[in-house]
């Protein structure tokens, strides 16, 4: 089992920047994909972004590609979100997810616009 952790979600102005990190702990040698969905109010949840463990191709959903930039940091079993020129469709309950099975509580992103 892998568990994962959100942080650094918050509230932000319209064209302002955060960044996510997602922590893995538990069977982290597992983990060959690590996602990033959202949830907005309403609606059901999307993919964002994908980083691949054993070559780091990243992949983006079209409404964040050029804003977002996903990246990790294996030393820390750390998965990162960089979000830059936000908009107010980007809030949403933002989600980490590892190989498609085993999600995170998730963090809050809210832009003012």
């Known amino acids: 089992q892998v568990q994962l952790v959100e942080s650094g979600g918050g509230l932000v102005q319209a064209g302002g920047s955060l960044r996510l990190s997602c922590a893995a702990s538990?069977?982290?040698?597992?983990?060959?994909?690590m996602n990033w969905f959202r949830q907005a109010p309403g609606k059901e949840r999307e993919f964002v972004a994908a980083i691949k463990y054993s070559d780091g191709n990243t992949y983006y959903a079209d409404s964040v590609k050029g804003r977002f930039t996903i990246s990790k940091d294996n030393t820390k079993n750390l998965v990162y979100l960089q979000m830059n020129s936000l908009k107010a469709e980007d809030t949403a309950v933002y989600y980490c997810n590892a190989n498609g099975d085993s999600w995170g509580q998730g963090t809050q992103v809210t832009v003012s616009s």
């Open positions: 538990g069977r982290t040698f597992s983990i060959y994909l």
